[in-house]
């Protein structure tokens, strides 16, 4: 029931700028609950560490995320802002990263998506947060990637 409630309102103009400023308990929540809860649960979430591309240091975000069979698909949309998240150019700068997801620490290699592969997880991904929708009308042409994150198994 909530996270449809989410979902509605995830695609009103209060949403986004009220969403924002929830970011920094989100990241502690996440923390907290060992990425049990993420995206305050309004939708399957996670916490994607990535190093950071400039400082090495770990740099932590919490994100929706979608499955897509034994992987992951995460989205850059940075609320619709001018920029691209950070956690962007690490990725670019260092696909090796680890997501915390229901209370299990994974690593990932994360790809960029391109051509019919991002055209059908655009689709998975507005199915279920219909919001994006509207982060791509206020992006104004700035691309917003789909990264898949492949689970890195250990033998």
Do not use: C
Not at 46 to 68: A, I, M, Q
Not at 72 to 90: D, F, K, R
Not at 102 to 112: S, Y
């Amino acid at each position: 029931m909530w996270r449809r409630f989410w979902r509605t309102a995830g695609t009103l103009p209060f949403f986004t700028p009220v969403a924002r400023r929830l970011v920094r308990v989100d990241r502690w929540l996440g923390r907290r609950t060992r990425g049990r809860v993420v995206a305050l649960g309004m939708a399957p979430g996670l916490v994607l560490t990535t190093t950071g591309r400039k400082s090495g240091l770990p740099r932590s975000s919490p994100l929706l995320y979608l499955r897509d069979g034994d992987d992951l698909a995460i989205i850059g949309s940075n609320w619709g802002g001018p920029t691209e998240p950070q956690w962007v150019g690490n990725l670019l700068a260092d696909p090796r990263a680890h997501v915390t997801v229901d209370g299990e620490e994974l690593p990932v290699t994360a790809a960029e998506t391109t051509g019919a592969e991002y055209d059908r997880l655009w689709q998975l991904i507005v199915t279920q947060w219909p919001g994006y929708q509207a982060y791509v009308r206020k992006a104004a042409g700035r691309p917003i990637r789909i990264f898949r994150l492949a689970v890195t198994r250990h033998p």
